[in-house]
């Protein structure tokens, strides 16, 4: 067991795509020094699986799952967890169901990790307050650039320090797509490959359209900036429109396009935005090749400072839900 770390949590997972195996894959590669046990799974696709002593060898790539339970309580109530490992997709609209698979999680005493951004984008405030009153941890590294440290950057090493703004490049398909119309591939085409590298939302639409960063951008405000917004008040325009022709025009000029998300607080109150906006290559916003992601806090005593994932895959996203748990510990 890893030197300060002794406690035994029992988890029980909401959404079991790519994350959720990639996680169960860690978990068991790690068990030795931290050892969670996993006591349900359950999905909206295959069904559920519960054993409140552990499913053990049963967590596979093709886990055995039974008939869904009839509901998230029911659920939770059968895995008799300590932990809901809340993992299902992305709605920008509403962040539903996903809140209320929180709630229920809130209502039983059981601390929260969530890789979804949609309950940090619409309900943050409220969520945080509801896990304070109830005692338990609320975590959600992974809900922007996958496992590399953001919020938890702020919650463990900033100490006094405002954040007056962000920007980031922060929605990988994106960058995908515009790669693939660069070498003179079509939009399809480039989501095609997205898709087939596992990074887009369950709906693509949500990606090129700049769902996804301004979900991105919401959560990153209602977290370090106590915005109190939603996604649909961040003025948002995804690539949608951009061509072949017109992006292979801006690459013979030097320039490249990525989809910018920018947070700053000014005389008027807090201005949130995504836009595809065209950079010279040297920009740094521009050096952020295929699944990378970059992100530069704006604060008063630090000046400007930021992170950078490199080629961030499923096991990254993995990886900042395993930091959560770890933190709960």
Known sequence: MAAGYNRTLKLAIIGYGNVGRALARMLRAKRRDFPFTITGIHTRRHGTAVDPAGLGHKITEAAEFGPAAGSIEEFLDAAQAQVAVELTTLNPTSGEPAIAHIRAAFARGMHVVTANKGPIAHAYAALRDEAAAAGVGFR??????DGAPVFNLWRHTMPGVRVMGFTGVLNSTSKVVIEAMERGGSFEEGLAEARRMGITEADGAYDVEGWDSAAK??????????????????????????????VMEIAREGKTVRLVSRGRRGPGGLSLRVRAEVLDRGDLLANTPGTSNLILFHTDLMGTFGTISIEPGVEQTAYGVFSDLVSLG
């Not at 959600?140 to 650039?145: A, G, K, L, Q, Y």
């Not at 919401?218 to 939603?230: E, I, K, S």
């Open 217 to 246: 951008t919401a959560a990153l405000a209602n977290v370090l900036m106590d915005a109190r917004t939603t996604p649909q008040l961040v003025s948002a325009r995804g690539i949608a429109r951009l061509t072949p022709e017109r």
């Open 140 to 145: 959600f590294e992974s809900s922007v650039m």
